[in-house]
């Protein structure tokens, strides 16, 4: 079974478009995150959700936007996607937000032409 | 703030030989986290260990070991016996503890590339 899950795993599309990256957890983990990933590998935290609610919401865009309907789900939507957007977006989970590891998903490549 | 600092870039080696990678972290916090990560060309981020800041005991699995130095803000991972399968990325990451100005938030350093050659 697979612990966190990520779908679509490659997402090409058009500047200017909308898309939405969707997570899931089957841990019954409390916190969720999304990070970013870019060319050079360098992974950032964008945000994170502790039962539902946002916690950290870090410098991003506010075309990026995210939506945890349940605490086992943490989609990402992203409007007028942008050049700069290309990168690999993780989500993970962690039991509790401070001491324990975080989980990754597969990742989602997502390539803004 | 917190801060992360993996100096390697890449490494090569060749298989069988040790490696360190080293990883030097700064924070304010007088309790955090520390994690290492995997990223294989694969590209899935496999957790590899957690050490907390009040237990600098180094630990050992199997071919891989850790040295936690809180006195030089360092924790160093090494792989003795190095195989063609451990060629991947690999990450040093620091979690601020509750109560700490960076409560929550996992910074990761640059990783490092290790490249085992046969």
């Known amino acids: 079974d697979t612990a966190v899950s990520q779908t679509p795993k490659y997402l090409v599309t058009q500047m200017g478009n909308d898309k939405s990256i969707k997570c899931e957890q089957n841990l019954g983990h409390d916190t969720m995150y999304w990070y970013k990933q870019d060319s050079k590998k360098f992974l950032k935290i964008m945000f994170s959700?502790?039962?539902?609610?946002?916690?950290i919401n870090e410098t991003v865009p506010n075309r990026f936007s995210p939506k945890s309907p349940d605490k086992a789900h943490l989609n990402l939507h992203i409007n007028s996607l942008e050049l700069g957007d290309s990168a690999v977006y993780f989500c993970?989970?962690?039991?509790?937000?401070?001491?324990?590891?975080?989980?990754f998903g597969p990742g989602t490549r997502l390539t803004v032409l | 703030a917190q801060k992360v600092t993996q100096a390697q870039t890449e490494i090569s080696v060749v298989e069988k030989e040790d490696v360190t990678l080293d990883c030097v972290y700064e924070?304010?916090?007088?309790?955090?986290?520390l994690f290492w990560y995997k990223q294989p060309p694969s590209g899935e981020l496999v957790f590899l260990i957690r050490r907390n800041s009040f237990d600098e005991q180094n630990e050992i699995s199997g071919r891989y070991s850790w040295n936690f130095q809180k006195s030089t803000s360092s924790f160093n991972f090494t792989i003795t016996a190095s195989q063609v399968v451990d060629s991947a990325v690999y990450f040093c990451?620091?979690?601020?503890?509750?109560?700490?100005?960076?409560?929550?938030?996992?910074?990761f350093g640059q990783g490092t590339i290790l490249t085992v050659h046969p």
């Open positions: 959700y502790n039962n539902k609610e946002l916690i």
């Open positions: 990451a620091l979690r601020g503890g509750a109560g700490g100005t960076s409560y929550g938030k996992l910074t």
């Open positions: 924070t304010r916090d007088t309790t955090y986290y």
């Open positions: 993970a989970s962690s039991q509790s937000r401070v001491y324990n590891e975080q989980f």
